[in-house]
């Protein structure tokens, strides 16, 4: 299986798609895709979830990463599979729903808000921690988890994220963001999740760059 990093690292933005409906799923994703995103979660508690999963995933096949969000049990996991989600994305860390996934071959990123979980999901096989909530947490916070995660570790930041207010997370080391409610919401048209998305995707290169002018 391909290191979870190589989805990230052309563009490292996670659409968190909660509430979508299988109807707008197809539509929505291809504006996402046109923007850039390479990884697109739909959260279990979104309508007939399983559905857009499928779909999606039979639109994109292998060009994007399609998965679940929300995932609680690792009863749910079988279900994510056998819609075609490889992608197990959670709020929490219960190893057991980490565990889960990895057994069925599907990239896993739990949630975590302290360093005792981020080591404990590591030791049960996450391929990448989400950081959650950040507004929980700060900058300075995940600058002092990553003293200690092991090197390379992709730490995404998720809850109250614009593209504004990307800048300091990266400069403390974050790999990404995950972008829910600022970037889709139910009943948002498709042409204003594009806009936002490609939004998203120009700010993240405008960081990125004011990055290297200061290296």
């Known amino acids: 299986m391909t290191d979870f990093k190589t989805w990230l690292d052309p563009l490292p933005l996670v659409a968190i798609l909660r509430g979508l409906s ?23 508690n979104s309508p ?34 056998d819609a075609g989600g490889r992608l197990v994305v959670m709020p929490h860390a219960d190893v057991a729903v980490i565990r889960a996934a990895k057994r ?8 975590v808000a302290t360093p005792t979980e981020a080591f404990a999901a590591l030791a049960a096989g996450a391929d990448a921690l989400k950081l959650f909530p950040a507004e929980q947490a700060s900058p300075a ?19 109250g994220i614009a593209p504004d207010t990307m800048g300091p997370w990266l400069a ?13 919401a139910p009943g948002r048209a498709a042409d204003d999740v594009g806009a936002r998305a490609h939004a998203f ?15």
């Open 22 to 44: 299988p109807d707008e799923a197809v539509d929505v994703g291809n504006m996402l895709a046109d923007a850039g995103f390479r990884v697109l979660e739909v959260p279990l």
């Open 48 to 81: 007939a979830p399983l559905d857009s999963i499928r779909r999606l995933a039979e639109r994109f096949g292998s060009e994007r990463l399609i998965g679940a969000g929300t995932v609680l049990d690792p009863a749910q996991v079988r279900g994510v599979a």
């Open 104 to 111: 069925a071959g599907l990239y896993c990123v739990p949630g």
């Open 141 to 159: 916070v995940l600058k002092a988890w990553r003293a200690v995660l092991p090197a390379g570790t992709a730490v995404l930041p998720v809850g």
């Open 172 to 184: 403390a080391g974050a790999a990404g963001f995950g972008i829910g409610s600022s970037l889709y």
């Open 201 to 215: 995707a120009k700010a993240w290169r405008r960081h990125l760059d004011s990055q290297g002018s200061h290296a």
